[in-house]
């Protein structure tokens, strides 16, 4: 077979806060030849618009408007993706400790999720998409033909953030990080709309031992499997 086939299959990658699902989709995608859609940060995007207009966080109505009228735009470039809300560059903005803290009372709300979940779906329809976020095999795309649920233990994914953060923030320690990434998991797996768990037919993938590097060629192997089908 020809490399890469002109068949195109869609990738669900979910799992925790931490685990290394961007970079790891990322280098899938740039595998594949596919499209990136980093879920994530959408709904970042959403939550730094609602704190910078001082919305309420708990008028869910107000929430959803607010999603409706946010132009969302995600960016490749080399080495990553930019991402553009109403015409600014947010890349770096959505990333911030204050926006970390309130992302997942945002993304509970309903209609929210019913706002961006139907421009992930769009995004899906034309087919060879890697998407990752928490409920991807679960909820937004329950069809694609991989799916894969990624982990990592609380410690491991502390560290890796705090590796990520140390400059922007001298402050952040990695015990901080792991009581954020403990409350983040419990927030993310208890909320009532499309709680973080593994899809039944998702392969689990513990990347605690593993470089993304490695863990991309996991998942790109998981992909030729299904393509040769």
């Known amino acids: 077979m020809n490399w890469p086939p002109t068949a195109k299959i869609n990738v669900a990658i979910d799992g925790p806060a931490g685990a290394g699902k961007s970079t790891v989709a990322r280098k899938v995608a740039e595998t594949l030849g596919y499209i990136y859609v980093d879920t994530g940060a959408m709904y970042r995007t959403v939550t730094l618009k609602a704190l910078r207009e001082g919305a309420d966080l708990d008028d869910a109505k107000a929430l959803a408007g607010l999603a409706e009228r946010t132009d969302i735009r995600l960016v490749p470039e080399p080495g990553g993706q930019k991402v ?21 009372k945002v993304a509970a709300v309903p209609t929210i999720r019913n706002v961006l979940v139907r421009l992930q779906r769009d995004i899906a329809d034309r087919r060879g998409v890697v998407m990752d976020g928490r409920d991807i095999g679960t909820n937004v795309l329950p069809d694609a033909e ?67 590097d490695e863990a991309a060629e996991r998942i790109v192997r998981l992909c030729r499997r299904a393509l040769e089908v």
Do not use: C, N, Y
């Open 146 to 212: 991989v799916k894969v649920f990624m982990t990592a233990s609380v410690r491991i994914r502390a560290e890796r953030r705090w590796l990520e953060l140390k400059e922007k923030d001298p402050e952040v320690t990695v015990e901080g990080l792991m009581e954020a990434i403990a409350a983040r998991d419990k927030s993310d797996s208890e909320r009532a709309t499309s709680p973080l768990k593994q899809a039944d037919d998702a392969v689990l993938l513990d990347t605690s031992h593993l470089t993304a």
């Open 84 to 104: 553009i809300m109403d015409g600014e560059d947010v890349t770096e903005p959505i990333r911030t400790q204050e926006v970390t803290s309130f992302v997942s």
